[in-house]
């Protein structure tokens, strides 16, 4: 028999022993590699599959346009201005597909909305050459000049159906401001439902939180919290029902605060509006970019929303961190078809390839 004493010390000790002991899911991540250090296990594990939503590219027609108004580019990566050059890194690195779009340094804000309706021109037009060139491996996002509503709608009726033009991008904001949810903006929202293109959304490069920035990269994060927020709660969604929406970096803080965001909704709305639907079934309605760079949070992305609502997506060539896109998937050991779905079914199916 074992006194009181003895049992007490004994069971202290056996919560200690389990207190050492690692979580089971820390254990299992220990096999998994962060997005910059995720290689391909073999030549064949490596083949060209990835179709990638977030890549970043520097037409060399913007290019110049840019600095003929005062407003050069800095020094954009080889990468980004070369796509035959760019075609050979994707044989590479397993990539099969780029959607072309442009990066946080997209000129709306600080352009007047005729020289935007020109840049948006010249880029739009170098998209539908680049998949002439290259049709198997690009397709482009339609830029739009979206300071002007008017100018904007106007300028995707001119492209829409061009061949290689398989998506529209948009900012989240523009100098902080939801302009999307503007009663101007909705004959915009309504003409790309109706066009069954998904809209890809990106930070535009802005002063977020003024004299208090964030620390680096969690700028853009909450604001694609913000930009998902309020197309539910303005009841986006719900108007338009087919829409499609990507949102980038992995959906930035929403998923992780969904909960929070349902629990405001739902109980300390006061008189304002509740959803129309469980709220759970509005995270499915947006595709997020795998962009966690963590295994542990691509996991919690992967139970939220499913494997169908997931897309391979780098910031190529913005961040170069990222080698070998498909090896990050392949490291999960996923089913086939879940892998699949992320690595090109769910973008086929998105951009109608």
Do not use: C
Request: no cysteine.
């Amino acid at each position: 028999m074992i006194g009181r004493r003895g049992f007490i010390k004994a069971g202290a000790g056996g919560l200690g022993a389990i207190a050492a002991m690692p979580p089971a899911a820390a254990e299992s991540a220990e096999t998994l590699q962060p997005w910059w250090d995720a290689r391909p296990a073999s030549a064949k594990a490596n083949r060209p599959v990835a179709i990638d939503l977030h890549a970043h590219w520097v037409p060399p027609p913007y290019a110049k346009a840019m600095a003929d108004l005062g407003k050069p580019l800095g020094n954009p990566f080889p990468l980004e201005l070369d796509i035959a050059a760019r075609k050979k890194w994707m044989d590479e690195h397993g990539v099969q597909m780029h959607v072309l779009t442009l990066n946080g340094g997209m000129p709306w804000q600080i352009v007047t909305p005729e020289e935007g309706v020109r840049l948006a021109q010249i880029v739009n037009d170098a998209g539908v050459e680049a998949h002439a060139a290259f049709p198997d491996r690009y397709v482009s996002s339609i830029e739009l000049p979206i300071r002007d509503a008017d100018l904007a709608l106007k300028e995707l009726n001119r492209v829409a159906g061009q061949p290689g033009l398989r998506a529209v991008h948009l900012p989240d904001s523009i100098d902080n401001r939801d302009y999307l949810f503007q009663p101007e903006f909705a004959p915009l929202l309504a003409r790309i439902e109706a066009l069954g293109y998904p809209i890809l959304f990106h930070n535009l490069n802005s002063d977020l939180f003024g004299r208090r920035p964030a620390d680096a990269g969690l700028d853009n994060a909450f604001a694609h919290a913000v930009l998902a927020a309020k197309f539910i709660s303005t009841g986006t969604l719900d108007k338009f029902p087919k829409l499609e929406i990507v949102l980038p970096h992995a959906g930035g803080g929403f998923p992780y605060l969904a909960g929070r965001v349902e629990h405001f909704a739902e109980h300390m709305g006061g008189n304002r509006p509740k959803p129309e639907r469980p709220f759970k079934t509005y995270l499915r309605r947006f595709h997020y970019d795998y962009l966690t760079y963590h295994p542990e949070g691509f996991r919690f992305l992967l139970d939220l929303v499913g494997s169908d609502r997931i897309v391979v997506g780098t910031d190529s060539f913005n961040a170069r961190d990222i080698e070998y896109p498909s090896a990050v998937v392949e490291q999960f050991k996923l089913p086939a078809v879940d892998r699949d779905r992320i690595l090109k079914g769910n973008a086929m199916r998105l951009l109608h390839l």
